[in-house]
């Protein structure tokens, strides 16, 4: 619906006395999000109308929240097919990858373009997955930080996702945001360790794994000064970024199997 820039100015619009508004339409389009629990109810307010953002208009989203469109109209309007006259429960038809993206030479697999393309298809569509299985740990009285940050991180980088899938089809060329693209040089050197020397790729992908908890355990350390935790937190922060590099990597080179 919007551009990521856009969305980040909008939902400072977000009210906390709407929450539960926003919850409500994120429910009916099952997005997981629509369990959240934070302790900022303002921080809460904003990142649920950024999601909201994917799905309809600010224009329509603050007319439901003052009660100008009923709840039972908005859904209803919001799932309605094109053409559907009936006014009986809409189903939800699946589109491909070739419909939404019409431009996009799907079958021309020879493309490192197209392939790179089929990738990011992929990434999205396992972000979705991921968010799903998130949903059941979202519905608790109160979420585990570690949750909420990894469905805020997966929201993001879905609508990376789409951003560049859009701008491939729209303009004939990636936005280079998504990290497949963002890190190509590295992620090329990593898929070519996978694919020439297995046995190497999984030990530098065990060390990358062994530094992220040697300095987790600095974080955690009770005895560790503040400088030691900060430090530590900047080289977690790059091991982590890393090692999903190197889990993305082993993911495409399966899928191609």
């Known amino acids: ?99 939404e993206y019409p431009n996009i030479r799907w079958k021309d697999m020879d493309d490192p373009v197209v392939r790179l393309a089929d990738s990011i298809f992929s990434d999205r569509i396992s972000c979705w997955q991921r968010l799903q299985e998130l949903e059941k740990l979202t519905q608790e009285e109160s979420a585990p930080v570690a949750v909420l940050q990894e469905i805020v991180q997966l929201e993001i980088r879905r609508e990376l996702c789409f951003q560049e899938l859009r701008h491939l089809n729209d303009k004939g060329s990636f936005l280079g945001k998504h990290p497949f693209i963002s890190q190509k040089s590295e992620r090329e050197q990593v898929f070519q360790m996978l694919k020439d020397d297995p046995e190497k790729y999984f030990d530098e992908r065990k060390k990358i794994e062994d530094n992220i908890s040697r300095y987790s355990s600095q974080i955690n350390g009770k005895k560790s000064s503040e400088a030691v935790r900060e430090r530590a937190k900047a080289s977690l922060e790059k091991y982590q970024v890393k090692l999903q590099l190197y889990k993305d990597v082993f993911r495409e080179y399966m899928g191609r199997q």
């Open 1 to 99: 619906m919007y551009d990521f820039s856009t969305k980040k100015k909008l939902k400072k619009r977000a009210q906390v006395g709407h929450i539960q508004t926003y919850r409500s339409m994120l429910s009916e389009r099952q997005v997981p999000a629509s369990g959240w629990v934070a302790i900022n109810p303002q921080e809460l307010a904003e990142d649920l109308l950024y999601i909201l953002l994917d799905y309809y208009s600010i224009e329509e989203i603050e007319a439901r929240a003052s009660g100008a469109i009923p709840a039972a109209d908005h859904f209803r309007d919001a799932t309605k097919k094109v053409g559907d006259t009936t006014g009986s429960e809409p189903v939800k038809k699946k589109v491909s990858k070739q419909q």
